[in-house]
């Protein structure tokens, strides 16, 4: 990583009126001046400076720019790093590229920017991942997660826990050094008194890292249904637009169809499927094969039934799918039937929330959203500020974390010698470890980086 320096296009690829390559390494400087020609006889670091991007080959100019010059170590990666402001265009973007390139930079890889700014001391692994999840985020909560992971808020509670187990392995050592049996039974209480307080305050953490993960992630939610109840219908409704195809025909939805909604700052990420019905038609076989599996792999089902047919066998099929899922009941277009034949339809509903709707006028939404916040978030939606965990990785090496050190607390209620108790201690910090990328496979990290888009 010393010896090359890399380049990439840091801007989506279309028409804007800025486009941005970036250049990271030793050479960046070097190379860059090849083909940037400006009157300023200084280049200050840091500085916006104009000129034009030359093809040394010819001289041709290629486009006119504003370029910074960055000193290490005061930038993103810790090293030299150049960014030429362009216009916003693939072509001069892909030949200023081709040009830095030619004269010695590497194509970045995916993430590569970020890895080299965690490699490099910059930032912790918590802070790289929440490089991203600025990028992706679907929600005002969704940014305000990860503007505090950057800030570095996740980084700072799990180091303070980790100097506490650092803390208690120190007493045992202590302990070990001078075994006289009044230190040993002083030292044996501050240590479980201490490891308590650790648990506490993982468990703490691990209470909000469901909601995280959905303010991330979004909530996995699918619309199920037999032909023709209002699937689609609700998709639209949902969006406020017309996004999926509506029409009297069943059978109109033969794919799947997602999208991203919110409600109420939380993201949906909302299937659309097809019908669930049996039938000899092999394109839409295979809609319904697509759309059986979305139910299987979401987090919550939204199913409908039409109001004026009732509930009939192939509905029966479907609610004993839906026995271990979160899921909503929806009667739709009762403003087709009277109360009477809505009350029927519910009597043969088992325990789940169910909702009274109309789409085509717009009634019971207000009702399903709610109901969607009430059965995830149990009413009480977490604010974002208090959570710190958002994805399943950092939940994974907590609940790890915890394992281990719940396992050290039981070990001392056991009267297990303590030099048996630091192995789960250590194994706690490095589980901790795995989260700020300071006990982490390379493997694993090249894997996260991976993720990311190549110019970040």
Known sequence: MDSDTITAISTPLGEGGIGIVRLSGKDAFSIVKKVFKTK?????????????????????????????????????TRENIVEINCHGGIVPLRKILELCLKQGA??????????????????????????????????????????SQ????????????????????????????????????????????????????????LETADDGIIFREGLKTTIIGK????????????????????????????????EVISIRGVPLRVIDTAGIRKTKDVVEKIGVERAEKAVRESDLVLFIVDAKVGIEEEDRTIMEMLKNKKSIFIINK????????????????????????????????????????????KGEITPAESILINNSRQKGSLEKAKKN?????????????????????????????????EALEEGILNKIFSEFCIGK
């Open 334 to 377: 009762i403003d087709l039937v009277d109360s009477e034949k809505v009350e029927e339809i519910i009597k043969k509903i088992d325990e789940r929330p169910v909702i009274k709707a109309s789409f085509k006028y717009g009634s019971g939404l207000k009702k399903l959203e709610e109901s969607i916040l009430n059965l995830v978030f």
């Open 40 to 76: 300023n006889k200084e280049l200050k670091s840091h500085k916006l400076i104009y000129g034009k991007i030359v093809n040394p080959e010819d001289e041709k100019i290629v486009d006119e720019v504003l370029v910074s010059f960055m000193s290490a170590p005061h930038t993103y």
């Open 405 to 437: 050190i719940s396992e050290a607390l039981q070990g001392i209620e056991e009267e297990i010698p303590l030099d048996l108790i630091t192995i789960d201690l250590r194994r706690g910090w490095e589980c901790l470890g795995e989260i700020t990328g």
């Open 150 to 205: 950057i800030e570095g808020k996740l980084y700072d509670k799990i180091k303070d826990i980790k100097e506490k187990i650092v803390g208690l392995l120190a007493l045992v050592e202590v302990n070990l050094d001078f075994p006289e049996e009044d230190i040993e039974e002083v030292t044996v209480e501050k240590i479980k008194k201490s490891t308590k307080e650790i648990v506490a305050e993982i468990e703490e953490i």
């Open 106 to 147: 590497r194509m970045a890889e995916r993430g590569e920017f970020t890895q080299r700014a965690f490699l490099n001391g910059r930032i912790d692994l918590t802070q790289a991942e929440a490089v991203m999840d600025i990028i992706r985020a679907k929600t005002d909560a969704g940014r305000e997660i990860a503007v």
């Open 227 to 258: 032909p023709n109840v209002g699937k689609s219908s609700l998709l639209n409704a949902l969006l406020k637009e017309q996004r999926a195809i509506v029409t009297e025909i069943p059978g109109t939805t033969r794919d799947i169809l997602e």
